[in-house]
């Protein structure tokens, strides 16, 4: 990790590092939308391995002044139930990089059980259902949010995209994802959204 007295006199920068299209596209408006003068860099390995991912949040934190990793849980869940026998279980392997990175001061993990959606359907409404999938995420958001479409073309849509469309219920969203309680590694299955940790209860963007 970086030294403190190295960072006074530098610009602050933060890195958001996940492995979806849509967490990427939301933040990428974020950015945008609010002009932020912090270095966001949304460095989001698609697809990248536990393994890598754990990698890259580790490197970065030696340069960035904060390193945010978006988990979500329903990704480790599928891939432990998919482990061979005698192969240590996705979740043993997160529990591992969770607890050697939560020691670093500068490394946020921020857990989403179970997918990103789960934190758009947050600004809808309050719900603690143990979703069984991504999927069946999806389908409950698209009640609340029926035009919602997973794709780069509808999150980055021109005067409406998927962070100035939803930014007058961010503060529900928060609201809401703070009622769900912090991610608890010995009970990793519960529902919980720990994105609300970046934002202030008014829904600015966190500036430690």
Request: glycine residues 2%.
């Amino acid at each position: 990790m970086k030294n403190k007295k190295a960072f006074r006199k530098e610009k602050i920068t933060y890195a958001i590092v996940g492995d979806g299209d849509c967490e990427k596209w939301y933040f990428q408006m974020l950015k945008q939308t609010e002009n932020l003068i912090i270095n966001i860099k949304p460095e989001l390995s698609l697809k990248a391995s536990l393994k890598k991912q754990y990698d890259y949040v580790k490197n970065l934190a030696e340069t960035y002044h904060k390193v945010f990793w978006i988990i979500d849980y329903d990704v480790i869940e599928r891939e432990t139930k998919e482990c061979k026998k005698g192969d240590e279980k996705r979740s043993e392997e997160f529990a591992r990089y969770y607890n050697e990175l939560s020691a670093l001061e500068n490394v946020e993990i921020l857990v989403v059980n179970t997918c990103f959606e789960y934190w758009l359907y947050l600004h809808f409404k309050y719900s603690k259902k143990n979703y069984k999938d991504c999927d069946e995420t999806g389908k409950d958001l698209k009640k609340e949010f029926p035009t919602y479409d997973k794709t780069e073309k509808f999150y980055k849509k021109s005067n409406a995209d998927i962070y100035t469309s939803l930014k007058p219920k961010l503060p529900i969203a928060i609201k809401n994802a703070e009622k769900l309680g912090t991610f608890d590694i010995q009970n990793p299955n519960n529902p919980v959204c720990e994105i609300h940790r970046l934002f202030n209860n008014d829904g600015s963007f966190k500036v430690d």
